[in-house]
């Protein structure tokens, strides 16, 4: 949720609407269908359906489809809520059978194969971790080693069996946070449900974290730009005609104890807060692996750009305000071309 990509897109496409209301515009055939629905997972969202002129009332359709899947991945894997299914399996004793959906399930198989895949950082069952950092955050405190050891030892994923019809503890303390992949699996729901209702062009950004196809109202492939974390100017801008972009890192989200910042993902395989990166950008086919890639990557670093998936391209920023650095894997720098690596401390 650290994010906050291609909100110029938004803007964009309320002055060619403006512009087009006035007649002076060479193409007027396409309509960009805009909503902006509020308490979708604690963020800003903005949906946008891009359709021949006459068709916005299929256009509407899809977006209430769109927000319809928004609202329901909220209530079954949100840990803030208490009525969601992932609080139900986080609150079961040892050995008790809760029966998740069918979209539950998938994510949280999906969630274990990035484990795997990313040595452990990325790790959907790190939620006492979560929640001993959150508290020590609020008390203004540093957690004891023993606390620390213990969160660590309390849930990991030999203490999940995920099976056909549900999903079984092994410990009453095993808990899971799905905060790093939820938003992905949300946002591609609602991107299918507008694709569905035949758009030309389909925009869901949900807190900066978005996924595309086709074309805006000008025609044009969508436009995305990478926020600097350390300035105004962005880091980067490229054309996408169909995938997804998702940003993670600290510079938003933090918790601060004594003056220091420490981040709001954890690295797994010490229980303490990730060492810094300021902001990780992915770009993926799919926005469930490019959130779930942002946040592994925030663990590992540049380290991690072996582990990604082929084609999953990745930006990541290191350093602080005074010297930080760009660093890309190969797939990304080509997309950038001649925009490049510059330092961004010179942003
Ligand atoms: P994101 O902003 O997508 O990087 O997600 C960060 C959120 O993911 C945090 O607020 C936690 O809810 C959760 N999280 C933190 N650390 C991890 C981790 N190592 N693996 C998986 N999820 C994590
Ligand atoms: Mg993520």
Redesign the pocket.
């Known amino acids: 949720?650290?994010g906050r990509v291609a909100v110029v897109v938004v803007v964009l496409l309320t002055a060619i609407a403006i512009w087009q209301t006035r007649g002076t515009g060479p193409d007027l055939s396409r309509v960009a269908v805009v909503r902006s629905p509020e308490g979708i997972m604690g963020t800003t969202c903005t949906l946008v359906a891009v359709v021949p002129r006459g068709r916005e009332a299929h256009a509407q359709r899809g977006l209430d489809a769109a927000e319809q899947a928004l609202r329901e991945v909220d209530a079954l894997m949100s840990t803030y809520l208490e009525s969601s299914e992932i609080s139900a399996v986080n609150r079961a004793a040892a050995d008790e059978l809760v029966s998740v959906s069918e979209e539950l399930a998938s994510v949280l198989v999906y969630s274990r194969d990035v484990w795997r895949a990313s040595d452990g950082?990325?790790?959907?069952t790190?939620r006492p971790m979560?929640e001993l950092w959150r508290r020590a955050g609020r008390e203004g405190s540093l957690p004891a080693d023993a606390e620390m050891d213990a969160a660590r030892e309390s849930s990991s994923w030999k203490d999940f069996e995920l099976l056909d019809n549900g999903v079984r503890k092994a410990k009453d303390t095993a808990r899971l946070?799905l905060?790093?992949v939820a938003?992905g699996f949300g946002i591609d729901r609602a991107f299918e449900a507008i694709r569905a209702a035949g758009c030309d062009g389909v925009l869901v950004d949900v807190g900066g974290d978005v996924r595309v196809d086709g074309v805006d109202a000008r025609g044009e492939a969508w436009k995305i730009t990478v926020r600097n974390p350390f300035g105004p100017k962005p880091l980067a801008a490229f054309g996408l005609a169909a995938g997804s972009v998702c940003t993670?890192g600290d510079y938003e989200r933090f918790v601060e104890i004594d003056g220091v910042r420490h981040s709001?993902?954890?690295?797994?395989r010490t229980g303490r807060p990730a060492g810094s990166v300021p902001s990780v950008t992915v770009v993926a086919t799919d926005a469930m692996t490019a959130?779930a890639w942002?946040?592994a990557l925030?663990?590992l670093g540049a380290e991690g750009l072996d582990r990604l998936p082929t084609g999953v391209e990745a930006l990541l920023v290191e350093g602080d305000e005074r010297s930080c650095r760009m660093i890309t894997n190969r797939e990304m720098e080509r997309r950038l071309g001649e925009f490049g690596k510059p330092p961004c401390s010179e942003q």
């Open positions: 949720m650290a950082a990325f790790d959907a790190c979560i946070d905060g790093g938003k993670s709001h993902i954890i690295d797994p959130d942002a946040t925030g663990v």
